[in-house]
């Protein structure tokens, strides 16, 4: 699986009705950790303003061949030099004849001889155009380039009325496609095993006590594993996320449950994340049958839940063990402190106070700790995020946990 993490993506949008689609491509890029950059060719502009990719990007938008605000006014090399990977899309028949042709007569087709990165192409032509002879060798023309790769068309009903293959691929598919021509590598070979999602401790057949986990961050941290090569496997509590591609799932409902599953799978486990927000207490006692209401005041007794990290930390064999400390205040004191009490080798701690960072939210904020040293991570979307923790926890695990 591949990674967009810090990656330079240069978007090529040109003049088809699909142009509309390339907003969404761009937060699809940057959601993946790319950083964006946008060409317009004169026609891409009849269909979607500058103006809206600029501020979807937040960086200038490019169109002229000879633009005299860049450096020596060779903005098309400055470009090209700048880019991991050339996305075009959509491209239309007239931009691919003029690819397949080596023309370089407005910037993107300048800048797509000029760079030395890679080329993903996403065609979007009307169906009789996309089965064309001429479409056809142009193709064929470029796709026996080196670095060239076709995303699409898809099938389906066009702008014009016809029904058939020359629609656009999705932006999420065009950006899983951009993410899978890079690979990332570094947890190669290495077993995850991740936990995501709160826990749910039942007080009867209806009730049940649980916490506010969206379980966001922990999918998340297992698809950016996945993305560097790890073989994952994610213990989930009950969430409503789909899994990532390529990870395995188990699904488990209370912290006991939780605490199987682990145990199960931490002889084959080289590193362990708990991100889970499981619940410290459970119901001493499930009642069999509903509780009814009756006296204006009721007592509930609670006994504690094991600690599921401090188990695997203090297990044999043990795994690297990464905890989280989702706290309210003093939040790096405490983190410290559960670092060295449940013998950790590393630990993430975030405010959960906040609205914008904390339970159900898709931003996070977050340090990362260990024994002598802190690495503070700005907020950014819980996707960028897990891909730069992935990288620090990778740095950080001994070789003696790599196969």
């Known amino acids: 699986m ?12 040109s003049g088809g009705i699909a142009a509309y689609k390339s907003a969404e491509l761009v937060r699809q890029l940057q959601d993946a950790g790319a950083q964006v950059r946008v060409i317009m060719t004169r026609g891409a502009q009849e269909f ?26 060779m903005g098309h090399i400055e470009l090209a030099r700048w880019a991991d990977l050339l996305v075009i899309a959509p491209a239309t028949a007239d931009l691919l004849s003029r690819l ?25 032509m009307n169906q009789q155009m996309w089965r064309a002879d001429a479409t056809a060798q142009n193709l064929a023309t470029l796709s026996a380039r080196p670095g060239v790769t076709l995303c699409g068309p898809a099938e389906g009903v066009q702008a014009c009325g016809d029904v058939g293959l020359g629609r656009m691929e999705e932006p999420a598919t065009i950006a899983r496609a951009a993410a899978e021509l890079f690979e990332s590598g570094a947890l190669a070979g290495v077993r995850v095993v991740i936990t995501a999602g709160p826990t749910r401790e039942a007080l009867d057949p209806v009730r049940y006590i649980s916490n506010h986990s969206s379980g966001k961050m922990g999918f998340a941290l297992a698809r950016a594993a996945a993305d560097a090569g790890a073989a994952v496997t994610l213990v989930s509590g009950p969430v409503n996320l789909d899994t990532p591609a390529g990870v395995n799932r188990v699904d488990v409902v209370s912290a006991q449950n939780m605490l199987d599953a682990c145990l199960e ?44 990290v401090a188990t695997i930390a203090a297990g044999e064999p043990r795994p690297f063990v990464v ?35 904390g ?3 898709d931003d996070n904020e977050v340090a990362l700790l260990w024994p002598g040293g802190e690495q503070l991570l700005a907020r950014a979307a819980k996707s960028v ?19």
């Open 2 to 13: 591949g990674n967009l993490f810090n990656r330079k993506v240069l978007l090529g949008v």
């Open 323 to 357: 905890g989280f400390a989702a706290e309210t205040q003093d939040v790096l004191a405490y983190a410290r402190d559960k670092l060295a009490r449940k013998n950790l080798d590393l630990i993430i701690a975030n405010d959960v106070s906040s609205a914008e960072t």
């Open 48 to 73: 979607i303003t500058p103006l809206t990719l600029q501020a979807l990007s937040g960086n200038p938008v490019h169109s002229a061949l000879l633009d005299e605000e860049a450096e020596m006014g």
């Open 359 to 361: 339970f159900n939210s």
């Open 100 to 124: 397949a042709a080596g023309r370089a007569d407005d910037l993107l087709t300048t800048v797509a001889l000029a760079t030395p990165a890679p080329l993903l192409i996403a065609p979007a």
């Open 265 to 308: 799978l931490r002889d084959s486990c080289d590193l362990f994340i708990a991100c889970a927000a499981v619940a410290d207490y459970r119901p001493a006692e499930v009642q069999a049958d509903k509780i009814k209401k009756g006296a204006e005041h009721s007592s509930l007794a609670l006994v504690r839940n094991p600690d599921i």
């Open 385 to 403: 995020l897990a891909h730069q923790l992935i990288a620090y926890i990778a740095e950080h695990l001994p070789a003696t946990k790599r196969n």
